[in-house]
């Protein structure tokens, strides 16, 4: 199973969510998953993530060790599930999809949402203020544990 986060600059969300979820997959010590994360720009590769991602990461006991890149063809056919993180994202992979058969990996990352309202994206924090950068991560630490009961589920 391999998972694949995907925001718009690789660098505040995905990242972020690539951190969590390699964290949740630890703590329960599952085997045979892989988790990485791209942007759909390439403004940014090489790039560390964004330092007000990093230090709200820190805070909540994240070490973010990603570095940015941009999604490729060969992404769409290694991954299993595609998540991006709001409706511009999901039109984006969409469209870029190189594979009509690939369409099916890509998913939004509300959809594993579990007792949250108002809600039905994880909201770019770009412009945003630290505040922003913390709801990310709260909304995101809720979808990975939705990902790991689905992921439960098919084994
Ligand atoms: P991300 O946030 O998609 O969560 O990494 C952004 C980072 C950079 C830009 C936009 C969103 N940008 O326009 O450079």
């Known amino acids: 199973m391999n998972i694949l986060f995907v925001c718009l ?14 964290a949740v997959i630890d703590e329960k010590n599952i085997k045979g998953v892989t988790v990485d994360s791209v942007g759909l720009i390439g403004y940014h590769t090489g790039e560390e993530p964004d330092s007000r991602m990093r230090a709200a990461a820190r805070d909540k006991g994240y070490i973010m ?16 599930l595609i998540i991006g993180m709001d409706g511009d994202n999901i039109t984006r992979l969409r469209h870029i999809c190189p594979k009509t058969e690939y369409l099916s990996k890509i998913h939004s ?16 924090p770009y412009y945003g203020t630290e505040r922003d950068f913390y709801k990310v991560i ?18």
């Open 65 to 80: 060790r990603h570095r940015a890149r941009k999604i490729s063809d060969d992404d769409f056919r290694t991954a299993d």
């Open 109 to 124: 990352v509300a959809e594993y949402f579990h007792g949250i309202t108002g809600y039905t994206t994880v909201p770019d």
């Open 9 to 22: 600059g690789n660098i505040c969300r995905s990242p972020m969510a690539e951190c969590v979820m390699k």
């Open 138 to 155: 709260e909304l995101l630490e809720n979808a990975c544990e939705g990902i790991m009961n689905e992921i439960d589920l098919l084994d």
